[in-house]
């Protein structure tokens, strides 16, 4: 939800809406968007996973994303009033708009796009982690569908404004990931990782002694009172009876 889909599959028509309305420029931008994209990704891998925490860049990815959709619905609503003055179609409001989209792109490929999949992979209980990231992998393709049949309606509609509903929703992960995502990096998975988000006051046996260790003594627990057990005592006494009879 934080709009990078929507610059994915729309972004010759955001560069048109900025004032590049010819097929040649819409073409080089994009396939210059493509490729901050992979200077991200290639920057995230080298550079930016060691220097800094999970929490840190997803905090300053949100923030980052949110302003560049502000700012970018609003130099499109410029753009828009100086075509129908009649100023002209490119103007500084479109280069901006366009830096505002490599500026989205690259900090959206630097944190909330890698990191989010990270934390997903590690906040989760070991005995319920798979479970857990299969929905969360189901939710995340979930939005892609439905940002990918809504944002044309809402290109339609509001023109602009779409764009301040996906600076909003990058607001609102701003909010999350600063009130409620704690720092999960160098932290072990299982009882550290419990610990860290206070959960349960019991923790789960990490050690795999200690799990056979319980298992060894609930199967025993369970010999001692089964049934088998108490058959086997009433035939040792039918025998002793009879030897002596």
Avoid: H
């Avoid at 009649?86 to 830096?99: E, H």
């Amino acid at each position: 939800m934080a709009g990078l889909n929507v610059i994915n599959y729309y972004a010759p028509s955001i560069f048109r809406s900025a004032g590049f309305t010819s097929v040649n420029s819409m073409l080089f931008l994009t396939g210059l968007f493509g490729l901050v994209k992979l200077v991200a990704a290639a920057a995230f891998m080298a550079i930016f996973v060691r220097i800094k925490g999970n929490r840190f860049w997803l905090n300053l990815g949100s923030a980052v994303c949110a302003t560049s959709m502000f700012v970018l619905a609003l130099c499109i609503w410029s753009t828009g009033t100086s075509s129908a003055e009649g100023r002209g179609n490119l103007s500084v409001q479109g280069v901006v708009s366009v830096l505002c989209v490599y500026i989205f792109s690259f900090f959206f490929g630097v944190s909330l796009g890698p990191i989010s999949w990270n934390v997903c992979g590690e906040i989760f209980p070991s005995r319920l982690s798979a479970k857990c990231c299969t929905i969360t992998t189901f939710t995340q393709w979930l939005f892609q569908i439905v940002i990918a049949s809504v944002t044309p309606r809402l290109i339609a509609s509001i023109g602009w404004g779409t764009y301040v509903v996906y600076g909003t929703c990058c607001t609102v992960s701003l909010g999350w990931c600063w009130a409620a995502v704690p720092e999960t990096r160098g932290v072990a998975l299982g009882r550290e990782m419990d610990q860290l988000f206070e959960k349960q006051e019991e923790m789960v046996p990490s050690d795999t002694s200690e799990v056979y260790q319980v298992e060894e003594e609930a199967m025993v627990e369970v010999n001692e009172t089964s049934p088998l057990m108490f058959s086997d005592q009433r035939r040792r006494r039918r025998s002793s009876v009879a030897l002596i009879v």
